[in-house]
């Protein structure tokens, strides 16, 4: 049975930092790319940044380029999502997901259907 929990959210001020993990399990995360999404009130889901497992790529939308970093342990089956210079705009609901496949979907064009597995999101605030 695939599983994906995520963890890290909370509250942080303006400029702050937070590391999101995704716990996988019911799958190897050797073979298997993550993408990262988020929701914001009102908003369309929308990708933030894939780790892929073929050639171990990374993508990321624009809005986090430079401040968001995915990683991935294999050991512990678990992929991060490290966000650093945190705005009031990156305030929403992360989920990570997966459609068992060794590469990415494109960031800038994954939406909610192209992926079947999703964790069940935590909330990310970010105060001004």
């Known amino acids: 049975q695939v599983q994906l929990v995520e963890s890290g959210g909370g509250l942080v001020q303006f400029g702050g930092s937070l590391r999101l993990s995704c716990a996988a399990s019911?799958?190897?995360?050797?073979?298997?790319?993550i993408g990262w999404f988020r929701q914001a009130p009102g908003k369309e889901r929308e990708g933030v940044s894939c780790?892929?497992?073929?050639?171990?790529?990374?993508e990321y939308a624009d809005s986090v380029k430079g401040r968001f970093t995915i990683s991935r342990d294999n050991a512990k089956n678990t992929v991060y999502l490290q966000m650093n210079s945190l705005k009031p705009e990156d305030t929403a609901v992360y989920y990570c997901?997966?459609?068992?496949?060794?590469?990415?979907?494109?960031?800038?064009?994954?939406?909610?259907?192209?992926?079947?597995?999703w964790g069940q999101g935590t909330q990310v605030t970010v105060s001004s």
């Open positions: 019911g799958f190897t995360l050797d073979y298997t790319a």
């Open positions: 780790i892929s497992t073929s050639d171990d790529s990374t």
């Open positions: 997901a997966t459609d068992l496949v060794r590469r990415c979907y494109p960031v800038h064009i994954a939406t909610k259907d192209t992926y079947r597995y």
